[in-house]
T-cell receptor, first 117, second 116 residues
Framework: GAVVSQHPSRVICKSGTSVKIECRSL??????MFWYRQFPKQSLMLMAT?????????EQGVEKDKFLINHASLTLSTLTVTSAHPEDSSFYIC?????????????FGPGTRLLVL | AQSVAQPEDQVNVAEGNPLTVKCTYS??????LFWYVQYPNRGLQFLLK??????LVKGSYGFEAEFNKSQTSFHLKKPSALVSDSALYFC??????????????FGTGTRLQVTL
């Protein structure tokens, strides 16, 4: 149980285009999803916290107009990188928590590798 | 503020030998502690967590971790390492006193290399 999927797993796009990444909880309802960015050989950097039906909370230094997050349902959150540039190339990982209690564990998706040319 | 330190960038161990990956933490309240493993080009897989109760926590793939409050540590251990355990390991902490869905703080990761 507690499986999280991401789509696509890998995407290559031209500079200036927008890219949408989907994060789905497959076998549970997730009231909260998190979006992380990971640079090579580095730890995960939290970008934003996404709650179903409300606006995402962005971490300091993360441009909310560039990284649009929509948490439309209890099983789906999307991250759209708008007007992508080469410096946005990275590994993006989402996670989801099972609804209820303080003890929830974050379950991670397999990640999406974005390369902006 | 909460933080996690993983003092070793890499740990090398021979297959069959015991392994330890170190983690220390800092939180203002009581901690929830987690270990995750990451294989190349993959997301993080949950290994184990400490919430409350026994200080020795057993998790997936034969891994265990011991919560030591006085030393603020949560070291990951396995009695007998396998080559397939080679991966990147992350320790993470969350302050128990904060609300639901509070963010995790991750360590910088420790690469485990198990050789024959």
């Amino acid at each position: 149980g507690a499986v999280v999927s991401q789509h696509p797993s890998r995407v290559i796009c031209k500079s200036g285009t927008s890219v949408k990444i989907e994060c789905r909880s497959l076998d549970f309802q997730a009231t909260t999803m998190f979006w992380y960015r990971q640079f090579p050989k580095q730890s995960l950097m939290l970008m934003a916290t996404s709650n179903e039906g409300s606006k995402a909370t962005y971490e300091q230094g993360v441009e909310k107009d560039k990284f649009l997050i929509n948490h439309a349902s209890l099983t789906l959150s999307t991250l759209t990188v708008t007007s992508a540039h080469p410096e946005d190339s990275s590994f993006y990982i989402c996670s989801a928590t099972v609804a209820g209690g303080l003890q929830e564990t974050q379950y991670f998706g397999p990640g999406t590798r974005l390369l902006v040319l | 503020a909460q933080s996690v330190a993983q003092p070793e960038d890499q740990v090398n161990v021979a297959e069959g030998n015991p392994l330890t990956v170190k983690c220390t933490y800092s939180v203002s309240g009581n901690p929830y502690l987690f270990w995750y493993v990451q294989y190349p080009n993959r997301g993080l897989q949950f290994l184990l967590k400490y919430i409350t109760g026994d200080n020795l926590v057993k998790g997936s793939y034969g891994f265990e971790a011991e919560f030591n409050k006085s030393q603020t540590s949560f070291h990951l251990k396995k009695p007998s390492a396998l080559v397939s355990d080679s991966a990147l390991y992350f320790c993470a902490v969350r302050d128990r006193s904060t609300g639901t869905a509070s963010k995790l703080t991750f360590g910088t990761g420790t690469r485990l290399q198990v050789t024959l």
